[in-house]
C-alpha cells in the first residue's frame, strides 16, 4: 500500500487540479520511500520537487480562483502560503541537519493534504464546475 492513495473520492474534478494533487502524490510516495531507507539525499531532492511542484501548483490553483472570482480566495490563499512557509522551514532546518526528517513530519504533510483537498479544494472545484470549469 502506498503512503498516499489518492482515491476517486479526493477529486475536485477540475482536471488540472485533480492532476496536479496527483502528482504531489506520487511524489510524497517517493519521499516516503526515501525517508524510510534513510536516504538523505533523495528525501532532499524529493523535498526540494515538492517545494517547486506546490509553488506551481498553489500559483496555477489561485489563478483560476481570482480569474474566476472565487469567494474563499484570500483565505484559500493564505493557507497556501502558510503551508508552503511551514514546509520551506522544515526543509531548511533538514538541510542544515538541525533536525532529522522522518516520517513523521510526511504525516503531518499528509495530513495537511487531506484534509486541504477535503475542506478547501472541494469548495473550489464546485465552484468552478458550477462555472463550466472541468
Known sequence: MSFI?????????????????KVIAELLNSIHEATLKADKEITLSGLDELLKVLKSHFEN????MKENLF?????????????????SATIEKFEKEETAFSPIE???IRRWFFNHIDINDR????????????
Open 5 to 21: 492513495d489518492l482515491s476517486a473520492e479526493y477529486k475536485v474534478y477540475v482536471r488540472s487540479i485533480d492532476y496536479e494533487h
Open 61 to 64: 490553483e489561485e489563478l483560476l
Open 71 to 87: 469567494p474563499g480566495y484570500f483565505s484559500h490563499k493564505l493557507e497556501h502560503d502558510r503551508f508552503y512557509k511551514q514546509i
Open 106 to 108: 510526511l504525516q503531518g
Open 123 to 134: 469548495k473550489c472545484g464546485q465552484f468552478l464546475s458550477d462555472k463550466g470549469i472541468s
